[in-house]
Nanobody
Framework: QVQLVESGGGLVQAGGSLGLACAASGYTFSLYAMGWFRQAPGKEREFVAAMPRSGGSTAYADSVKGRFTISRDNAKNTGYLQMNSLRPEDTAVYYC???????????????????WGQGTQVTVSS
């Protein structure tokens, strides 16, 4: 059974940091591109960051560029999102997602991902 489980969310003050993890099971994580998305109350789910199955190239939403870092450890079947200099507007439920893809492929479109975690809440207080 394909499963993604996020962890690491919580409450942090503005300017602080949090690290999220996404543990994959039930499939070969290294064959899948990975993305992080978030959804704030009353808003649509939006792209945060993505990277291909082999790592290397990355893409970020303009709103998080320079503050967030996506990474993965295929040997541990785990993806990560390090979030620094957090702002109140970063408050949302954060989701990781994967899609089976060729080596260099990754996407910022939610419709391109077919495996999703349950999400983890990140709250940034001002």
């Amino acid at each position: 059974q394909v499963q993604l489980v996020e962890s690491g969310g919580g409450l942090v003050q503005a300017g602080g940091s949090l690290g999220l993890a996404c543990a994959a099971s039930g499939y070969t994580f290294s064959l899948y591109a990975m993305g992080w998305f978030r959804q704030a109350p009353g808003k649509e789910r939006e792209f945060v960051a993505a990277m291909p199955r082999s790592g290397g190239s990355t893409a970020y939403a303009d709103s998080v560029k320079g503050r967030f870092t996506i990474s993965r450890d295929n040997a541990k079947n785990t993806g990560y999102l390090q979030m620094n200099s957090l702002r109140p507007e970063d408050t949302a439920v954060y989701y990781c997602a994967t899609t089976y893809a060729s080596g260099s492929y990754y996407s910022s479109n939610t419709n391109d991902y077919n495996n999703w975690g349950q999400g983890t809440q990140v709250t940034v207080s001002s």
